[in-house]
């Protein structure tokens, strides 16, 4: 039986993307040390975290019931370090807290949940709830499928929008507000593993002690 390889990259003529590494291309002996090159025992702080702020966590707690407390934007009231008072608004959907970062600056809210794919996306902006250009990225995967024992595996990610940089709503900033929320980007990877640390303790041990994880104060 004969078998024909797939038109992959047929529609590009050849070594008219820079950059693009296949085997096609660049044999294993050439590959390696750029491999080798690529893996550091230091990295700059803007090389891994300049556009983008991914976090990790395991949670000895079933994905499902982790995904349905994350896909409750009360949750946020629990695991996040400074997002308090969560109320919702005349808006179905969407909910005003306070994020104590910025003293007292407004955060709107409005999550979006997969239940096939457990996604969890927060969209979110300070001051004014119409562009929720903040957006926080989450995934809960089964972690029987990836480290081949029970309970989750949750990813964080969320990316530098140029807003982060310039206030795009300076009108609906509280009067001589010090902060804005792009300040602390640099903070975020260190801030977000907090809280992602927060999220894992607290369903770890409602897990361990026979209580739901989305609490019945949600419910």
């Known amino acids: 039986m004969t078998t024909s390889a797939l038109p992959a990259l047929s529609d590009i003529p050849e070594k008219v993307i820079p950059g693009v590494l296949r085997i096609e291309n ?3 002996d050439t590959t390696t040390p750029i491999i ?3 893996l550091r025992s230091v990295y700059p702080h803007d090389q891994i975290f300049g556009e983008y702020c991914p976090v990790q966590a395991y949670i000895d ?4 019931e982790v995904f349905e407390y994350l896909a409750d934007s009360r949750s946020l009231e629990e695991w996040t370090y400074s997002l308090r008072g969560f109320v919702e608004t ?3 959907g969407l909910w005003l807290a306070y994020d104590r970062l910025g003293d007292a600056t407004k955060i709107f809210t409005r999550t979006v949940a997969h239940q096939d794919g457990m996604t969890v996306d927060y969209h979110c902006a300070w001051d004014q709830g119409q562009h929720l250009w903040m957006v926080y990225l989450l995934r809960v995967i089964d972690a029987q499928v990836v480290f081949n024992k029970p309970g989750s595996v949750v990813l964080w990610v969320n990316c530098k929008h140029p807003f982060y940089d310039v206030n795009p709503y300076p009108e609906t900033a509280p009067p001589k507000r010090p902060v804005w929320v792009g300040d602390f980007w640099e903070m975020f990877s260190a801030g977000h593993q907090l809280e992602m640390d927060n999220l894992k303790a607290i369903c770890e041990y409602r897990a361990a002690n026979g209580l739901p994880i989305k609490p019945d104060w949600m419910k």
Do not use: G
Request: glycine share 0%.
């Open 90 to 92: 005349e808006e179905p």
């Open 26 to 28: 660049s044999d294993k």
């Open 36 to 38: 080798m090159d690529m």
């Open 61 to 64: 707690a079933p994905p499902q």
